[in-house]
Every structure is written in C-alpha cells, then in structure tokens.
C-alpha cells in the first residue's frame, strides 16, 4: 500500500486506486476513505474483519458494527449477542456490543478519529459457536493531510 493509503500506482484527478477487495485497505477516493469487511461468518473466537495501516493523514469517520444474522435462514433471523473489538498498534482500545433478536436489525456505530501511520485491527468475536451467521464492520468518513 502506498504512503497515501489508496494502494501502490498512481491516481487520477485526485482519486485512490481500483476497489482491493473487502477488509484489505482503507480505500482513499480524493479526501474521502472507507473500508468494508464484507460478511464474515463469526463463532466464539475473534475473527478478524478489518486490518490496514493509515498513511500521512488523519481519519476522521464513522465505524459501523452490524450484529450476527443468518441471511441464508428460511427468513433473516438473529438471536446472539457478539463484540467488536478495535486495536490501534495492537492495542484494545474500544469494544462495541450488538445483540439481534429474530427478524431484528441491529447495529452499533461510532465517531472515530484514525491517527496517521497507525495500524488499525477489527476482530469479532460472538457468544456462541454460530455456523451461518455473519457480521461485517464498514468504515466511512475524511481524511486530512
């Protein structure tokens, strides 16, 4: 990944590089940045959603949590509680809870600021071994050089 965090080559009119995939990068589109995990079927360990390390900027965003669903269920259901857990440098430094009931939406999300050069890790870990059940973490907001 380049310094600018939008991946190695060059841009165009100011814009990141072609979309890497889900929990790859942060991507870097002008002064704006996201990353998505996309589904990720979750159990009783933390699995990782997100990793990737800041460039020379600031970020400034939302992060978005959605709780474990079973899409692929006779109809959507839920019924599990899981955690986010958020590392800067390899250290904790928030969690974030989501319980989902049958037929039931649920999210978490939060104000973040991302420091430069900081290597960012979302895992997810859920109460129950939970075989069909997804969970994905979004990241959305600013950079500032």
Not at 4 to 22: E, H, K, P, R, V
Not at 65 to 72: D, Q, R, Y
Not at 83 to 106: M, P, R
Request: charged residues 10%.
């Amino acid at each position: 990944m380049g310094l600018d965090g939008g991946g190695g080559g060059g841009t165009i009119l100011g814009a990141g590089n072609a979309y890497t995939g889900t929990g790859q990068a942060l991507e870097i589109v002008g002064d704006h940045a996201y990353a998505m995990s996309g589904r990720i079927q979750v159990d009783d360990s933390l699995v990782k959603h997100l990793e990737f390390t800041s460039g020379n900027y600031y970020f400034v965003g939302t992060l978005l949590f959605t709780g474990p669903m079973n899409p692929t269920a006779g109809s959507v259901t839920g019924g599990l509680s899981s955690v986010a857990v958020l590392s800067f440098n390899d250290q904790a430094v928030l969690n974030l809870k989501t319980e989902t009931f049958a037929e039931q939406w649920c999210e978490s999300t939060l104000p973040i600021i991302i420091p430069p050069y900081t290597k960012v890790t979302v895992e997810v870990i859920c109460n129950s071994d939970s075989a069909g059940f997804t969970t994905s973490v979004n990241l959305s907001g600013r950079i500032y050089r």
